[in-house]
Nanobody, 118 residues
Framework: EVQLQASGGGLVQPGGSLRLSCTASGFTFGNYDMGWVRQAPGKGPELVSTITKSGSRTSYADSVKGRFTIFRDNAKNTLYLQMNSLRFEDTAVYYC???????????RGQGTLVTVSS
């Protein structure tokens, strides 16, 4: 069974930092490009960042470029998102997901809530 467990969210003040983690199981994590997706209240999902299988290439939404860093540890089956200089508009539930289907299915893990508030 594919499982993607995100953690690390919480309440943070504007300008603060958080590091999200996503631990994967049930598939060969190192064989998949991965991404972080967020969904703010009342809005549709937004692809925040992606990373290739090896971690050699990354991409970022314009809204987070220069503030967020995605990286992975394939030995630990874990994806990370370092978030700095957080803004009110970063408030959302953050999910990790493989960029392609696993065994013919799309998966999005249990998300973690990030709330940026003063």
């Amino acid at each position: 069974e594919v499982q993607l467990q995100a953690s690390g969210g919480g309440l943070v003040q504007p300008g603060g930092s958080l590091r999200l983690s996503c631990t994967a199981s049930g598939f060969t994590f190192g064989n998949y490009d991965m991404g972080w997706v967020r969904q703010a209240p009342g809005k549709g999902p937004e692809l925040v960042s992606t990373i290739t299988k090896s971690g050699s290439r990354t991409s970022y939404a314009d809204s987070v470029k220069g503030r967020f860093t995605i990286f992975r540890d394939n030995a630990k089956n874990t994806l990370y998102l370092q978030m700095n200089s957080l803004r009110f508009e970063d408030t959302a539930v953050y999910y990790c997901a493989p960029r392609t289907r696993v065994n013919g299915r799309d998966y999005r893990g249990q998300g973690t809530l990030v709330t940026v508030s003063s």
